[in-house]
C-alpha cells in the first residue's frame, strides 16, 4: 500500500513536472511569437535612424573572398581623376569610392597600387576639412608591412570611421551617407566586372544577388533625405536599379531551384544589370 | 556690448557641444572597440554614437549576411543608467534578440541563417528623478576568420 502511494506521489511529480516544463516551452514559443515590433511607430519615435551600408573593406570581403580570379585595376578609378573632385558632395562620393579600390587592390595583392588609393583616401579628407584621419608615418609603416592584410583593413577602417564619425558630428550628414554610397556603388562595379571573368559563377552572382538588401538600404536614405540635393539627384537611378535588381534576383533563384544552372537569359538580365551599376558609378567619378 | 555677450554665450555653447560630441566618439573608439575584440572580429566602420537622453531610443539599420559570425557591442557611458535595453528585429518585425533576456548584456554574438537586413534598436530607460543624458554607441563587427 505504501509503495502504491509513493509510485502515485512519483507519478503525480513527474506529469507536474512536465507540464512544467511543456508549459514553459509553450509560453517561450508564444513569447516568441508575440514579441514583435511595430517598425513604423519604432522609426517614427526615434531620436536618430543610423543606416550601415557596408564599408568600403567590408563590401571587397563580402564580394571578393575566395575568389582566387586575377584582377584587373583597369576597373578601379584612376588615381588621377582626384583632380575632378571640386564639390564636397564629389568628394565625398570619392573618398568612399577610393577607399573601396584601396580595399580591393589590397586584398589582391597589389601592394603598391592600393598605397596610391589609400593617399587619394588620405587627399580627399583633408579637402573635406577632416584633420588627422591618418598621419604620413601610418602611411609610411603601411610600405613596410604590407604583408599584414588584416592591419591594412584595419587602417581603411580607421579612415572610414574617422571620417564617418566627423560628418556625423559636424552637420554634415549628406556627406557621411554619400561617402557610404559611392564606396558600396564601387564594389558592387567591381563585381559586376569580375563576375564576366569569373563566367557568371554562381558564387559569384549570388554574392551579386545578396547585395539587394543594401539596395533597400539606400532606398530608405534617399527616401528620408529628400531635402537634402546632393542625394536626391540619385533618386531615380538607384530606383531603376532597385527594380532591375528584384527581376535579376528572381530569375537567378528560379534558375538555382533544385540546383540548376544560370540561363542565357538571367545572364542578360544581369549585363542590365551592371549597365545600370555603371551608369550610376560614372555619374559619381565624372 | 550686449551683441557681444550673445556671441559669446552662443560660442561657448557651440564648443561645449562639439567637445561633448567629440568625447563620445572618443568613447565609443575607446571602450567599444575593446570589447568588439577588433583582433577577431573586424570593426565595420561605424560607430553610431549619439548623447541620448533618457527614455530616448536610437535605431541602426544593416545588412546581415548568412553563415559570417557577428558581434554587436551596444555601450552607454552614463552611470545614472543602469541599463541599457537594445533589441534586435528582423524584417517581419519580430524580436529575434532582446538583451533583457541576459540580464541587459552589452555584447551579442550570432551566426545569421539568412542574409537579411536587421534592426539594431537602442532605448536608454526613463530617469527616476529629473532627466540624465548618456552617450550610446552601436558598435559591430565580423570574425574573419570564421
Known sequence: MRNKKKYILFLAIVLIAFMACNSESNNQVVQNNIDTVDLENNFEQATKIFYNLPSPPDVADLLLANSSVEFNLETLNKVGNIDLYESSAKQALNLGIYSTDFSFASLSGQDQIAINYLANSKKLAKKLGIVGVLGQDTIQWLARNFENKDSLMGIITLVYRRSEAYFNDNGKGDLALLMAIGGWTEGLFIATQLAEKMEFSVDIMDKIAEQRLSMDIILQIIESNLKEPNIIIYRDGFKKLNEKYLTYNKMLSDDLKDGGEISELTIAEFRSLAELVQGLRNQFTN | ?146
Open chain 2, 1 to 146: 556690448m550686449k551683441k557681444l555677450l550673445i556671441v559669446f554665450i552662443i560660442s561657448l555653447s557651440l564648443g561645449i557641444f562639439t567637445s561633448v560630441k567629440a568625447q563620445c566618439v572618443d568613447f565609443a573608439e575607446k571602450i567599444g572597440l575593446t570589447l568588439l575584440n577588433t583582433e577577431v572580429y573586424q570593426h565595420d566602420g561605424y560607430l553610431n554614437s549619439i548623447v541620448l537622453e533618457s527614455g530616448e531610443h536610437i535605431d541602426v539599420v544593416k545588412p546581415f549576411f548568412k553563415g559570417r559570425k557577428y558581434r554587436i557591442v551596444v555601450i552607454a557611458d552614463s552611470k545614472t543608467f543602469e541599463y541599457v535595453n537594445f533589441k534586435v528585429i528582423n524584417s517581419n518585425k519580430i524580436v529575434i534578440y532582446n538583451n533583457k533576456a541576459d540580464a541587459y548584456t552589452s555584447i551579442w554574438e550570432f551566426i545569421p541563417q539568412e542574409s537579411e537586413n536587421l534592426i539594431i534598436s537602442v532605448k536608454v530607460p526613463d530617469a527616476k528623478i529629473g532627466m540624465s543624458r548618456a552617450c550610446v554607441a552601436i558598435i559591430t563587427g565580423v570574425d574573419s576568420d570564421y
